[in-house]
């Protein structure tokens, strides 16, 4: 047990604390990583005032009412809108759009604090014309001291405190650095006590960097109620919000939008953002995948060609690299092209990343096309699952999916239609 005021060394590379300071983290060994921190005497105070304390009929949930967000989408990721006094963890890579969307949401007519510890209160301001925001109630401040901003709070009950972002944010008694794993750990926790003190949503943005010099939001993904992240590609103007955790409501959720000059726009035809600018060439195919509860269809593009060097390269985007080298494998096999002297790149247009073995038949119809040099029908629709002996199976809401596909106007190809992969082309090319 920790003394009150007492110092202690917390590791920035991994988190793991030690009562005494040493050059090297006995748990990930990284060098030099130990900053000394106070914990502080409030945490320690361990007396039954620390817990709340109700009899079951005595817990009133009038107060649980949903606010409604505003963007629809986000709403159907939330599970209805934001619940009070709950906290949501918004992740996503720097430059994917979190501060837009954020911003977006200041248009509701509730009583808001945007808080950033990035950009300054002009920044902000530019940003929130641009975007049209308009909220005579909408507070903006700049700076990252989290103590400062529960002082703020506690004058003028806000609904909605956005923090942008818990990288940047700061609590000024403990002696290391914003964006350290003890500053990030330590706000995200005083985040999520000051939300359900005040009642408040709070809304915190997570940058999720690839390498790991910042602490990222996994750290704090336990401690809160919502964790949603925003992803898409820089290169496109497909976003997706995809929820992972949700104390309530279902993560079978996701919520499209696309980046435009009026900030994230939400697509309310999928179809039509990921489909509108496809021509039918060889080595382009329509796929039915599932986000959510939701059946989109997406352009998966293949071009193969003869390799240059001795060792075939595979290269993919939005697509797990190691089922297309299987899926290679599998053609080769059962159809006898020979994919070993040949460079397959393949993309899943619009951003999206595929998961789902599902678009399995899609990618082999792709490569296919592409070594043969010949389009399919404008109208086909692949849907399905491939197995190593270039068995075509059946995927998870086929049924659904296969009828969605003919009320827009698709030929649907799935396992009720070919059993083996070689069928495809003999069949439909
Ligand atoms: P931003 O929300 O600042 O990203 P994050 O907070 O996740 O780091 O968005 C960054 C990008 O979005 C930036 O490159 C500009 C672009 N953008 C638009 O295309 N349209 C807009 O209306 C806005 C506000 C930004
Ligand atoms: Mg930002």
């Known amino acids: 047990m920790k003394q009150k005021n007492q110092k202690i060394y917390v590791c920035d590379n991994c988190g793991e604390e030690s009562l005494s300071w040493a050059g090297k983290c006995s748990y990930c060994n990284s060098w030099n990583s130990l900053k000394e921190i106070f914990v502080s005497s409030e945490e320690q105070k361990s007396n039954v005032e620390n817990l709340e304390y109700k009899k079951i009929s005595d817990i009133d949930l009038t107060n649980n009412i949903r606010i409604d967000s505003g963007i629809s989408e986000l709403n159907g990721v939330l599970g ?46 530019d940003r929130l014309i641009r975007l049209k925001i308009d909220n005579k109630n909408l507070d903006l401040a700049s700076g990252g001291d989290l103590l400062a901003l529960e002082k703020k709070v506690q004058k003028e009950r806000y609904d909605l405190v956005i923090v942008d972002s818990i990288q940047t944010v700061y609590i000024s008694d403990l002696n290391t650095s914003a964006g350290s794993i003890s500053q990030v750990k330590e706000s995200g926790l005083f985040l999520q006590k000051m939300a359900k003190k005040y009642d408040i949503v709070t809304l915190i943005i997570g940058h999720v960097t690839k390498d790991g010099t910042i602490a990222g939001p996994k750290i704090i993904e336990h401690l809160v109620d919502v964790v949603l992240y925003l992803e898409g590609d820089k290169n496109h103007q497909g976003r997706v919000i995809r929820g992972i955790k949700n104390r309530f409501g279902s993560t079978n959720e996701i919520g499209l939008f696309m980046m435009t000059g009026e900030g994230l726009q939400e697509v309310s035809n999928p179809s039509e953002m990921f489909l509108s600018q496809r021509q039918n060439k060889a080595g382009s195919v329509i796929c039915s995948v599932v986000e959510g509860k939701r059946i989109l269809f997406i352009e998966i593009q293949a071009i193969t060609v003869i390799t240059k ?34 460079d397959i790149y393949l993309n899943v247009v619009g951003g999206i990343k595929i998961k789902e073995p599902a678009a399995d038949l899609a990618v082999c119809a792709a490569i296919i096309s592409s070594y043969k040099n010949k389009p399919y029908n404008d109208q086909a629709c692949f849907l399905g699952e491939v197995g190593l002996m270039g068995e075509v199976r059946r995927v998870i809401l086929q049924k659904e999916r296969i009828s969605e596909s003919k009320k827009i106007g698709y030929q649907p190809i799935s396992s009720e239609h070919i059993k083996e992969i070689r069928e495809i082309s003999n069949k439909y090319l």
Not at 319 to 327: G, I, M
């Open 80 to 125: 209805g809108g934001f619940v009070r006094g709950s906290v949501i963890l918004l992740g996503g890579e720097p430059g994917i759009g979190k501060s837009t969307i954020t911003s977006q949401i200041c248009n509701l007519p509730k009583k808001i604090l945007f808080l950033s510890a990035e950009e300054s209160l002009p920044q902000i301001k």
């Open 309 to 342: 060097y001795g060792y075939a390269k595979r290269t993919c985007s939005g697509y797990d690299l190691n089922r297309l080298s299987l899926l290679a494998a599998v053609i080769q096999k059962n159809i006898g092209i020979d994919l070993s002297s040949c």
